[in-house]
């Protein structure tokens, strides 16, 4: 690991906005670049170097601003084109760097490309998008889009369809076509120009697609994956080196493309080499805990820590010296980190939320902190449907409830348990009305818990789980071996803890993890000597985990 290329963005820690429940600065209830300019201090004081912002732009918000109709302004409810520059010289002034969202797979339809390409066949934006007839009376393929139905949408006036993967607001931008490509690199260079710091690839790993053919058919899925035709192509990774020459290679940036798939894949996305990205995230240590059903994620499947250790030692062992990678639990389409992997409740909450933490910030890798997760914020728990607001919820119960093929109540709990609105709930800032969001009706309610979890009484607090995150932050600045040290798995079978080593020269991290509600016995723990860097419990009893105890022990030699 000695020689290992050492750069700003590996040694950084991102904290990620999700613009519309951070803070609203003029009481419309929905959060805006004025609300986050005004907290720059609060992420300044945690420790953080990145701010990652999803989609600020232009944008009719089918799917909260992952549509977009405009990629070079500013969506209406989030401000302007001068809050925005206002925010990013805020963000430069406190030494930290701004990093994007690129959302290029697919736009809105009401984006202009789209509003020509619709025109008809001889347009000359028609191949901006992905036009093809139907076959046998029904769409082109078997395809089944990411919220459910079919991937192909019928145009009544050419009788064509068009492709989107995600909901049918959101068309597929044909990138086989260069004007597309030409276009997207051409606004990637124009935001650099401005000054962001880098990209968050939205489903970048999509972009590339090699055929039409029908896909597979889950036992008892109602549409084929589109997986074999457009994940991971050679077609990708082929356009995403010529955004490495044409746009990343200009400019000092972060990329960080969400893509997902295998070890191998990263090695090829993530490269130390230089060639396509700086690190991808992965999904095998959450989507990919999913049982593979016909329902994906909507199930009552934990994360038990067999499978979490599994994925994560496997991405950390195979990326190490050949890619770099993202450390992260949590990020606004997974549920709340401390509901799912650790413990919400009144007695746990904080020292589960710790231990999480400490298992993410220990590792190889730049962590992402979601935000509230610093909190320890957890889960909404609605128990309505029209408390949500997602569509990928609302799209889920048509398909599946509506149907008569799944229960609602059945439904309903697994919301609970993973739907993405759980972690789109307004940030807890203090315990006033609307725990300080907004002076108005908040876009989404407030989980009921903010009068005990919330940002002003953490700051005050010296043992809070914000405090132990500013430390683990400290940590990471402060010892390169958190950074660079070669990842070790430990007690790979340990049914209760997880334990692994970071290793630097004659530096040695031993991290110990107790993933249960008990007391478990660890020899390991009393074996150990050397300096304790952080532990969530002020004090240890000999050989022994207390209930979801993380250690943190420095040796030299
Ligand atoms: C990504 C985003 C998600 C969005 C989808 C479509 O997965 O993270 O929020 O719905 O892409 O853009
Ligand atoms: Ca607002």
Not at 81 to 93: N, Q, T, V, W, Y
Not at 492 to 516: F, G, I, K, M, S
Not at 531 to 536: Q, V
Request: aromatic share 12%.
């Amino acid at each position: 690991m000695n020689n290992e290329k050492r750069v700003w963005w590996k040694e950084a820690v991102v904290y990620q906005i999700y613009p519309r429940s951070f803070a609203d600065s003029n009481g419309d209830g929905i959060g805006d670049l004025n609300g986050i300019t005004t907290h720059l201090d609060y992420l300044k004081n945690l420790g953080i170097d990145v701010i990652w912002v999803s989609p600020v732009y232009a944008s009719p918000n089918h799917d909260n601003g992952y549509d977009i109709s405009d990629y070079r302004a500013i969506m209406k409810e989030f401000g302007t084109m001068e809050d925005f520059d206002r925010m990013l010289e805020g963000i430069h002034a406190r030494g930290m760097k701004l990093v994007m969202d690129l959302v290029a797979n697919h736009s809105s339809d009401e984006h202009a490309w789209f509003v020509e390409s619709r025109k008809g066949k001889d347009n000359p934006y028609r191949d901006y998008y992905i036009w093809q007839d139907g076959k046998n009376g029904g769409p082109p393929n078997n395809w089944g889009s990411c919220f459910s139905g079919s991937a192909w949408e019928k145009d009544e006036a050419s009788g064509q369809y068009y492709l989107h993967l995600f909901t049918k607001e959101q068309p597929d931008l044909n990138w086989a076509n260069p004007k597309v490509r030409e276009g997207v690199f051409d606004m990637m260079r124009w935001w650099c120009d401005k000054g962001v710091d880098g990209w968050r690839m939205d489903v970048i790993s999509m972009i590339g697609k090699e055929n039409f053919e029908d896909g597979p058919v889950a036992p008892g899925a109602l549409y084929g994956s589109f997986e074999p035709s457009c994940q991971h192509t050679e077609t990708t990774h082929r356009y995403l080196r010529e955004m490495r020459r044409e746009v990343l290679d200009k400019y000092n940036l972060l990329t960080v493309g969400e893509a997902g798939g295998t070890v191998e894949g990263a090695i090829r996305y993530a490269n130390e080499d230089g060639s396509e990205l700086d690190m991808i995230f992965s999904f095998e240590h959450n989507d990919g805990l999913n049982d593979g059903t016909e329902l994906g994620k909507w199930s009552d499947h934990g994360a038990p820590l067999k499978d979490v250790r599994a994925a994560f030692n496997r991405w950390q062992t195979g990326l190490q010296g050949r890619a770099w990678n993202t450390v992260y639990l949590g990020n606004h389409d997974q549920p709340r980190q401390v509901s799912r992997y650790g413990n919400d409740s009144e007695l746990f909450r904080a020292v589960s939320a710790k231990m999480l933490a400490t298992m993410i910030h220990m590792m190889r890798g730049t962590p992402y902190v979601y935000q509230g997760e610093e909190l320890g914020m957890t889960n909404a728990y609605f128990t309505r449907l029209d408390q949500y607001e997602d569509v990928e919820v609302h799209n889920a119960w048509h398909q599946w409830v509506e149907s008569g093929l799944v229960d609602g109540q059945d439904m309903m709990r697994w919301f609970a348990r993973i739907a993405r609105d759980n972690a789109r709930t307004p940030m807890q800032w203090n315990a006033e009305k609307h725990a300080g969001f907004t002076t108005g009706t908040p876009w989404l309610p407030v989980t009921g818990n903010y009068p005990i979890i919330n940002a002003e009484r953490e700051v005050n607090d010296p043992d809070s789980v914000y405090h132990y995150y500013r430390k683990l932050i400290e940590l990471r600045h402060q010892y390169p071996v958190i950074v660079y040290g070669e990842f070790v798995p430990m007690l790979e079978e340990d049914p209760e803890v997880y334990a692994y080593a970071r290793v630097l020269d004659d530096v040695r991290l031993t991290v110990l993890l107790n993933w249960t509600e008990r007391t478990v016995s660890c020899p390991l723990a009393e074996e150990l000597s050397g300096h304790e860097l952080i532990s969530n419990y002020p004090t240890h009893q000999a050989g022994k985990l207390q209930p979801y105890e993380a250690r943190v022990i420095l040796s030299k030699g």
